[in-house]
């Protein structure tokens, strides 16, 4: 059964943590993404990654971090420098940049 | 540089009922069009995109769009609406190929009316 995983469904973060968040695909495809989404606000890109061991910065990437250390893997760390981390966080990835998007179920970061 | 307008971020419909969730572009460029759909607490799946083919798209669950240049319009339509097609729908443009390149709306909350 393919698809896009992500976990965990809901996270808490404490002051001056950092946190990360995993996506997961067994579609084989090269391209992975993080959004971020904000009530009453569309998509906004973080980070994107075309193939495994190359990752570029989107349009909020401050405060985030990720790895592509494997094909099917493409972690999202939120650090202590992102002052308002409370969001749904979107995976998605396609066979290449160019292809249909495919989302995971995302996940529900809260701030204690 | 791109945007996207939905007008009205909430809309109601009565079952059986014409859908029109209405999205108007800005682009310097042809643009590339989508609509996505989000069911709660899911991810979005891709309803139908305008790659530059016809101007009238049709996608999944009975929804299509037309793109009318002249207007900056791609708005979405479905003749009789269902109760399964409560969630929120989000139009995006692209001035360019790349998903990395896409701009999304603000979003439309549909709401179906029994």
């Known amino acids: 059964d393919g698809g896009i995983t992500q976990s965990p469904k809901y996270l808490f973060r404490k002051e001056g943590q950092n946190v990360t968040l995993s996506c997961e695909q067994n579609?084989?495809?090269?391209?992975m993404y993080w959004y971020r989404q904000d009530p009453g606000q569309g998509l906004r890109l973080i980070y994107y990654s075309q193939i495994v061991n190359d990752f570029q910065k989107g349009d909020i990437a401050e405060g985030y971090s990720v790895s592509r250390e494997k094909k099917e893997s493409f972690p999202l760390t939120v650090t202590s420098a992102q002052k308002n981390p409370t969001a749904f966080y979107l995976c998605?990835?396609?066979?290449?940049?160019?292809?249909?998007?495919?989302f995971g179920p995302g996940t529900r970061l809260l701030v204690l | 540089a791109q945007s996207v307008t939905q007008l009205g971020s909430h809309v109601s419909v009565s079952e059986g009922a014409l859908v029109l969730l209405r999205c108007n572009y800005s682009?310097?460029?042809?643009?590339?069009l989508f609509w996505y759909v989000q069911y709660p607490n899911q991810g979005l799946q891709l309803l139908l995109k305008y790659t530059s083919a016809a101007t009238l798209v049709k996608g999944i669950n009975g929804f299509e769009a037309e793109f009318k240049k002249s207007e900056t319009s791609f708005h979405l339509t479905k003749p009789s609406a269902h109760m399964s097609d409560a969630a929120e729908y989000f139009c995006a443009v692209s001035d360019a190929i790349g998903n990395e390149k896409l701009t999304f709306g603000t979003g439309t909350r549909l709401t179906i009316i029994p």
């Open positions: 682009s310097s460029v042809p643009p590339y």
């Open positions: 579609l084989n495809h090269d391209a």
């Open positions: 998605a990835s396609s066979r290449d940049r160019e292809e249909t998007q495919y």
